[in-house]
């Protein structure tokens, strides 16, 4: 048998070569996974951006053959396994977790429960938990058979945009909360800030503010879930002594500069994503506070802990499913789904969604098989 990658350029993201190459036989305790679909997002672009500050490039990384400086960008999808030297994992299991951009990987499950097992490769013990864990699918809370596409696009999204509302909250806004103050979400039209401000919306009396590019400000009011929708050149028109939080989801430093600049009472500069890609820098010499990132898996831990795992499930099931149900039932749907498969397909779609500027509403669904 065979696998194919995508791999990636770590220092230039939009070179990529696709690399098949001879599987190698399992060792005991490991299982081979088919990735039979994953979603791809701005989100993945981030990974890829902030792969080395982050540690994402580590999760998956590439053998010397390739050459130096390629990797393997993380992406949330489902697979099935296809063989099995671990007695506690069968052939034929439903997964949802982490993979690469491949059509197969190689996983070595550790503490295996009835609800998933953690990859307990050697490489990833010091990479965060969150990113090592495996549902199996029957079980899994969260899962629907009907609608895995949504659950691969949105999913992984919704719980850091659900933390991400917990966190500010938990932080009582950082002081700007009612009545006066504003919460100021950037890349509006990305999944994971239209998740967030879904959120956002159900609590009284904050105000939310998303900017987006001219071409996706119709799409943003469409969603009912920003108070006021504005393009970037349109920042002049909030108050510059109005108490703000800066949600940064573009990750452009030219914007986070005029931001901090524009406004003389922000209250916190959270930065949380880089869908700017080419717009990317870092955040010093800033006036105003310290551009602080944002870890999700941080803010899980810290509630797992207060209220236990299960009422932590329990809240985030709950808040997914209404989430999910807002997202179809919409008319027009806030998401329309767009299968690419087979490799060359899969590195198509890679290009168009790191060049960014497609239709919002496009969620994109990779194969590495072809149908």
Known sequence: ????????????LAATQLRTREDAPLAEGQVRVRVDLFALTANNITYAAFG???????FYPVDDSAGPGWGRVPVWGFGSVVESLQPEVAVGERLYGYFPMASSVVLQPVRATAKGFTDGAPHRAALHAVYNQYQRCPVDPLYSADNEDTQALLR????????????LADNDWFGAGPPAGVLLLSSASSKTAYGTAYQLAQR???????LTSAGNVDFCRSLDVYDRVLRYDQLEQLAADAPCVYVDFAGNAGLRRA??????????SCAIGGTHVDQLGDARGLPGPRATLFFAPAQGKKRTEEWGAS???RRLVQAWRAFATQV???????IRVQ???????VQSAYAQVLAGGGDPRIGHILSMADR
């Open 52 to 58: 080395e500050a982050m540690n994402y490039w580590q």
């Open 156 to 167: 992984p999204l919704f719980a850091t945009s659900w933390l991400l509302d917990d966190f």
């Open 328 to 334: 179809v039932a919409t008319r027009p749907p806030w």
């Open 339 to 345: 299968h690419h498969d087979g490799p060359r397909a």
């Open 204 to 210: 009284q009396g904050i105000e939310v503010v998303g």
């Open 259 to 268: 931001i901090h600049t524009h406004f003389t009472n922000l209250k916190y």
């Open 1 to 12: 048998m065979t696998t194919t990658d995508l791999l990636v350029r770590k220092d230039q």
């Open 311 to 313: 009422e932590f499930s």
